[in-house]
Nanobody, 123 residues
Framework: QVKLVESGGGLVQAGDSLRLSCAASGRTFDGYAMGWIRQAPGKEREFVAAIDWSDGTTYYADSVMGRFAVSRDNVKNTVYLQMNSLKPEDTAVYCC????????????????WGQGTQVTVSS
């Protein structure tokens, strides 16, 4: 059974940076896409970023393009989300997600989810 464990959330000020990590275990991850979905209070889940495991192709929401960067370490089975120039509207619970196959920008296609880590950006 796949297990995804996030770390790295916290409280920061606008303009600061944070790096989230997601350690995956429980299966072979060849061909397994991983990414990040966030949900703010009272809002729907929102795709943030994802990366294909096989060739490293990355995908980003327009709202984070140029500020966030997703990467992965295939040896450690870990995915990272580097978040720069954070804004108050980035405040949300960030969940690590995964699926067998290519990444998509649709939250509902991901079959594995972590518990989430809180990111709070103060103005």
């Amino acid at each position: 059974q796949v297990k995804l464990v996030e770390s790295g959330g916290g409280l920061v000020q606008a303009g600061d940076s944070l790096r989230l990590s997601c350690a995956a275990s429980g299966r072979t991850f060849d061909g397994y896409a991983m990414g990040w979905i966030r949900q703010a209070p009272g809002k729907e889940r929102e795709f943030v970023a994802a990366i294909d495991w096989s060739d490293g192709t990355t995908y980003y929401a327009d709202s984070v393009m140029g500020r966030f960067a997703v990467s992965r370490d295939n040896v450690k089975n870990t995915v990272y989300l580097q978040m720069n120039s954070l804004k108050p509207e980035d405040t949300a619970v960030y969940c690590c997600v995964g699926r067998l196959g290519r990444a998509f920008k649709t939250p509902g296609v991901y079959t594995n989810w972590g518990q989430g880590t809180q990111v709070t950006v103060s103005s």
